[in-house]
């Protein structure tokens, strides 16, 4: 990673600050440079680099290379998964990319029915006949835009393995899935496409593409934008409840920059912990740290979700294996439906992987994507030092329990049928007793924080931001990031994330006076 670039240092005043440079701040940025919405200062607590000096492991396909660069995440960073396991590291990315350079790359669109639920909490202008232009626009997908609500000229391009580039397991298990009736589409970002599809990733010649690739790097020659990596936004400033500036913390001291507009885009975890340390948030929480209460919002932090999901692990037979290696992983994804018509659609997802992030070999991974449980976030202590303390709640409904105990049921039964044989060296054995005790034991977090600073009507006590963004209660501030979706995403969040990202820019844009 290279340096800062000559000529990035601070400007003392901005027209607006972008807070955080990762998925959704890395679009912010290049929009409002774009649209000449005057100096435009992105600041972000990691590394900044360009997206040529992109380290190698990052670059590259293997996930567990991009976590294993320890500058790229936040240190120290833990959380309470359920209540039957102890504190445990919890991965969010810091740098340029911000999470997005170091995820797992599944491109998937949220599903429509995510937005027809979006609507029904109150948020008539995220419909998916609103939001799907914008998914279009967003993405190059070679294989498929061409086809209607799809594009092929977008910043982010989307991309499948090459039939001959599929890990064995990858392929075997498909083969499972398919004989076991589930409806097979190419496409999975086409609309119903419940069932078997080959994995769409944001990779471009079998190489990542952040934000700072898809996004950042094509506006670094805005003259009027400026990054500032290396720089961490302790909170925002208020004048009579108007946005005034930013306190920043370099390394060698505290800095204020002016400015009249700020837009938080620091992710889940991170923008309420700036909202709360600057008097946004609940009243009782930022009165017992000593924090002058701004505005007064008790839906900051109040819900945390993520995807809860179980790693069934495998032991490949020696042939797969030494294929594995020169294969790509996680090549199919399965949707499915964990109970009746009634339940939510595709709240089921399966994904083989060849090869593992963690001590196994290989392994099915069984996730929940649309939990009713819900966690929170507090702040750790006014110090801008100190971590938000995070309590994600994974399965303490009954109902999500029993969800994933019926997918992981399902999961082994496929794992055990005639086409795993020669690929796997046994299948898993679930427990003998308590299989919820042992989902809660056992169940990770998928790394997909939402929900923290909610979007939804303002009369409700839990909304933090509007339909444009806007934080409740000040002017000039904004959220843009994942902290803002009202409800868990039905798909890994990054996709929806640049959307959401995306549309905002638009409506910040407008209200900044620069039109669409
Ligand atoms: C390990 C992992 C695997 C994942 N896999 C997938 C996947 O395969 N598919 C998928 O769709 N999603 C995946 N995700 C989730 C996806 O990457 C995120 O949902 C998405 O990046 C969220 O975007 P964001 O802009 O909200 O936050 P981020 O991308 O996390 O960006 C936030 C940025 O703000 C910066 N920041 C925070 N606080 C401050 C501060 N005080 N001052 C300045 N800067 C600050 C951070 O350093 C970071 O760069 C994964 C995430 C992780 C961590």
């Not at 607590?45 to 976590?67: C, I, Q």
């Not at 020169?326 to 992987?353: H, K, M, N, W, Y």
Request: neutral net charge.
């Amino acid at each position: 990673m290279a340096a800062q670039p000559a000529g990035s240092t601070i400007p003392r005043t901005a027209d607006v600050v972008i807070v955080g440079a990762g998925a959704a701040g890395a679009v912010l940025a290049a929009r409002l440079a774009a649209a000449g919405a005057g100096t435009v200062l992105l600041v972000e607590a990691g590394p900044d680099y360009r997206s040529a000096d992109t380290p190698a492991a990052v670059r590259g396909t293997d996930v567990s290379r991009a976590l294993a660069v320890r500058a790229l995440r936040w240190p120290g960073l833990r959380a309470r998964l359920t209540g039957d396991q102890p504190l445990r590291p919890y991965v969010c990315g810091r740098g340029a990319g911000g999470s997005s350079a170091i995820n797992g790359q599944l491109a998937v669109r949220g599903p429509a029915a995510d937005f027809r639920a979006w609507v029904d909490a109150g948020l008539p202008d995220w419909g998916w006949p609103e939001v799907l232009p914008a998914f279009a626009g967003l993405e190059r997908d070679p294989d498929f835009g061409d086809r209607p609500g799809h594009g092929s000229s977008g910043p982010v391009t989307i991309s499948r393995a090459a039939a001959d580039r599929r890990g064995p397991l990858s392929a075997a298990f498909a083969a499972a899935a398919k004989a076991a009736g589930h409806p097979e589409h190419p496409d999975l970002n086409a609309a119903g496409s419940t069932g078997l599809s080959p994995t769409a990733w944001h990779r471009r010649d079998g190489t990542r593409v952040s934000s700072n690739d898809s996004h950042l790097e094509p506006a670094r020659h805005e003259p009027r934008l400026h990054v500032a990596g290396d720089h961490t936004v302790s909170r925002v400033l208020f004048s009579a409840g108007r946005v005034r500036g930013v306190e920043l913390i370099t390394g060698s001291g505290r800095e204020l920059v002016s400015a009249p507009a700020v837009v938080l885009c620091a992710g889940a975890v991170h923008s309420p912990a700036i909202l709360m340390r600057s008097g946004v948030g609940p009243p009782e929480q930022l009165g017992a740290l000593g924090i002058e209460v701004v505005a007064g919002l008790p839906g900051v932090g109040a819900v945390l979700s993520d995807h809860p999901a179980i790693l069934l692990e495998l032991r490949l037979t020696d042939a797969a294996a030494a294929r594995a290696r020169e294969t790509e992983s996680g090549c199919f994804l399965v949707r499915l439906r964990s109970g009746p018509q009634a339940g939510p659609a595709d709240d089921i997802q399966l994904l083989p992987l060849d090869r593992t992030v963690g001590p196994a070999a290989a392994g099915l991974l069984v996730s929940l994507m649309r939990p009713v449980s819900v966690g929170s976030l507090r702040l750790g202590g006014a110090d801008p030092a100190a971590d938000p303390v995070l309590d994600l709640g994974l399965l303490t409904e009954r109902a999500d329990l029993d969800r994933l105990a019926a997918a992981v049921r399902h999961a082994a039964d496929l794992l055990a049928g005639p086409a795993l044989r020669g690929t796997i060296a046994s299948a898993p054995a679930l427990p003998d007793g308590d299989l919820g005790r042992w989902l809660r034991e056992n169940c990770r977090p998928q790394y997909h924080p939402s929900g923290t600073c909610r979007m939804g009507p303002p009369d409700d006590p839990a909304t933090v931001v509007d339909q444009e963004g806007r934080v409740l209660g000040v002017d000039g501030l904004w959220v843009a990031d994942a902290s803002v979706l009202p409800l868990p995403c039905g798909a890994p969040p990054y996709l929806t994330t640049v959307m959401l990202a995306e549309r905002l820019a638009a409506a910040v844009r407008r209200r900044l006076g620069q039109g669409r």
